[in-house]
Every structure is written in structure tokens, then in C-alpha cells.
């Protein structure tokens, strides 16, 4: 209908960062607090995605009004993806970062910067994607305090002067790392300039210290960073293929990032694969029933369309020569067909 064509599209988010950082448990913490926000019209489900709400967004911010400046989003909502953390992937992050509007750089704080953790800032760097960094696992420092959900400027004040030191020095050290790589960055509470400096965050996936943080410095660069930028959904769809699967009942599937357009059931579309594109037409587009992790059940909804930014599992014959990472376009015109062959074959 004309009213759900006009609505703005969300910004996308990528989650990234070296392999066992931490990224997947960030997410399952984000989407536990928003949820436990108890807002109306909560977190959807995506395909490999979950939309955020803006609602529920400042409603997890709320307690930090007092600590740090907080934004009123415009925007309806953050369409968060992860991302695979193993070297095999690259090309898959790339794709994750092409896609993305913004970012957020996982780090374990005791690790530091590791191979996948370069190559994350080199792809963002590259698209200029602005980012923001979590230092995670702090509650792994010997000494800390676990002081679970609470902003991490209150639970600074609660550990000893020596963790705090301890955390401060592995913080350098990022910072040092993201400055060979031309970036200057600070612990966000010393940040003078949001606009010219990078923020880290120090947080705990696991026990939820510093995500409100996250999410409120997420929201003030989405929003000085959207401005102007965001536009209504319309046209047809773009998007990136995040997983090929085998689907019992379903046959081959694939697990999509839309981050442009709309598709509907029946479309053609053209789809990167192993040798050459694959196009077919969309046999039906499932997305997971409401706050149903993808990975943890089989339960899923057909629809009639999905507009972008979503996450998508979309079923049609011969997509299981597809590959993790390759474009995917919705064909709206016959005529357009061999010139989007064309580009497939060129990405
Ligand atoms: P890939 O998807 O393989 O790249 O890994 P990932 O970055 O998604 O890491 P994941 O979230 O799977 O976490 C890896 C391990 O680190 C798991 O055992 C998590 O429980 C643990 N972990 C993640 N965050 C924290 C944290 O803040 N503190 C502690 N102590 N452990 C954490
Ligand atoms: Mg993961």
C-alpha cells in the first residue's frame, strides 16, 4: 500500500570484530535489555538482523539523561546485523561493512587487536563507515566488580583504582592501534569532540555493564550521521546474500540483508552464484515469528513483501549454487535483466 511504501528506512548497523570478541553475545545482550524495556512494538525479528525500535532505544538510555548527553532519535529504529568473526569469512564482512550505515568494532579488552580487528577497520575505513568501539569482556579484568546492566560510569566509581589502570592501559593500547591506522580515539567519557574522535566504550556483553552507554553514543552518530541521509523505501530491492541454507520443507534458501528497496513474492530477482548469477523468482520470503532467535527455532512466517532495512530468508529454486557475501537485485523490468547480470557478475 501507499503508506507502508512511504516509510523510512533504518539505518543498518554491523556488528564486527575478531572472532570470539564477543559480537553475537553483545547482540543477544542489546536485544535481552530492549526487550526486558517492555515497550510497546518491541524488537522484530530478522533473518541474521534485529530491528531495534527507537522507542525502546531511549527508553534503555533513560538513566544515563543524567551522565552523559543523550539524543532524541528521528529515526524509527536500528536494524542491527552480526557479523562471523573467522578469517574465512572476509568476504562476508566486507559486504556486512558495504552494506552498513554504521558500525560498532568489538574488542575483547584483554586480547586487544587482533587480524579480523584490522581487517573490520580497514573495510570500514575504506567506506567510510563511522564507527564506534566496545571494548568488551571487561568484567575479565582481575579485580573487576560485576555490576550487572548498569551504565559503566557508575560502575567505574565501584572498582578499585588498580582495575581501573589495568582497564585504562588496554584502552591506550586501542587506541594506539586505531591511531596507525589514522584514527583518533579516546575512552568516550574524555571525548571533546564526538565528531572528530572515536568513542570507546569499555563494556561487559556478559554482564550488560556499559551497553546503555553503547546504545546512547550509538543513537548520537546515527543521528548526526543520518541526517539528511535517510530516505523513504521504495524501488526494487538490494541486498546482500549472509548465509546459504538447506531449509527442511523449504529446499535451498537464502538468508538476505535488504538494504535498499522492496521485494515481493513472485519478483525475479538475480543472485551472485558459484559460476555464474543465478535468476530465478522469490517462491516466498520468511521471516522469523516475533522475538524467535533464527538459530534457536524453525518457526517462520511467510510474507507478501519486505522493505528495506530488513533481514530475510527468501526461498527460490537454484539458490543453493548461491554464495555467502554475493549481491543480490530484484528484477522490476524485463528489459533490465542482462545489464543487472552484468553488475552481478562485476561485484
Ligand atoms: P564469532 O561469531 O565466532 O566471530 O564470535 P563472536 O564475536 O560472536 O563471540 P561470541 O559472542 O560468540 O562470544 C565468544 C565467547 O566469549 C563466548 O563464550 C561468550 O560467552 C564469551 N563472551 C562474550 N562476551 C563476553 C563478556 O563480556 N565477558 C565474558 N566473560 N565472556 C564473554
Ligand atoms: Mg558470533
Known amino acids: 500500500s501507499e503508506e507502508r511504501q512511504r516509510r523510512l528506512r533504518q539505518p543498518i548497523v554491523a556488528v564486527l570484530g575478531h572472532v570470539d570478541h564477543g559480537k553475537t553475545t ?17 524488537i522484530t525479528q530478522h533473518v541474521g538482523a534485529s530491528l531495534v525500535p527507537s522507542n525502546v532505544i531511549e527508553k534503555v538510555t ?30 562476508l564482512r566486507k559486504r556486512g561493512g558495504a552494506v552498513a550505515d554504521l558500525a560498532i568494532l568489538v574488542v575483547d579488552i584483554m586480547e586487544g587487536f587482533q587480524p579480523q580487528t584490522y581487517e573490520a577497520v580497514e573495510i570500514l575505513k575504506q567506506r567510510k563507515v563511522p564507527f564506534i568501539v566496545a571494548a568488551n569482556k571487561v568484567d575479565r579484568i582481575p579485580g573487576w566488580r560485576p555490576n550487572p546492566d548498569q551504565p559503566i560510569l557508575i560502575s567505574m566509581r565501584k572498582q578499585d583504582p588498580s582495575v581501573i589502570e589495568f582497564m585504562d592501559n588496554q584502552i591506550y593500547k586501542i587506541m594506539g592501534e586505531l591511531a ?24 561487559s ?38 548465509e546459504v541454507k538447506e531449509e527442511p520443507g523449504y529446499g535451498s534458501t537464502i538468508d538476505t540483508i535488504i538494504y535498499d528497496g522492496i521485494i515481493k513474492q513472485g519478483d ?30 524453525k518457526r517462520f512466517r511467510a510474507v507478501d513483501e519486505v522493505s528495506a532495512a530488513a533481514g530475510v530468508k527468501i526461498v ?10 554475493a549481491p543480490i537485485y530484484v528484477v522490476e523490468r524485463e528489459e533490465d535483466l542482462e545489464k543487472i547480470k552484468e553488475q552481478v557478475k562485476k561485484e
Open 316 to 325: 527460490a529454486p537454484g539458490l543453493d549454487k548461491a554464495v555467502a557475501g
Open 180 to 203: 596507525k591506522m589514522g584514527f583518533d580515539s579516546d575512552r568516550f567519557d574524555r571525548i571533546k569532540n564526538y565528531t572528530r574522535q572515536i568513542a570507546i566504550v569499555p563494556i
Open 26 to 42: 553483545l547482540l543477544d545482550k542489546i536485544r535481552g535489555t530492549t526487550v526486558a524495556a517492555k515497550e510497546p512494538g518491541q
Open 205 to 242: 556483553a556478559k554482564t550488560g555493564e556499559g551497553v546503555p552507554e553503547l546504545l546512547a553514543l550509538l543513537a548520537g552518530l546515527a543521528q548526526r550521521f543520518m541526517k539528511g541521509k535517510l530516505k523513504y523505501v521504495e524501488g526494487p530491492a538490494k541486498g546482500v546474500v549472509m
Open 268 to 297: 525475479t530477482i538475480v543472485v551472485g552464484g558459484i559460476e555464474e548469477p543465478i535468476v530465478t523468482k522469490v517462491r516466498a520470503l520468511l521471516i522469523p515469528e516475533p522475538l524467535q532467535e533464527i538459530r534457536a527455532t
Open 62 to 91: 533513560e538513566p544515563l539523561k543524567k551522565l552523559i548527553p543523550t539524543v532524541k532519535l528521528e529515526l524509527p529504529g536500528l536494524l542491527f546485523i552480526d557479523t562471523p568473526g573467522h578469517e574465512i569469512f572476509t568476504n
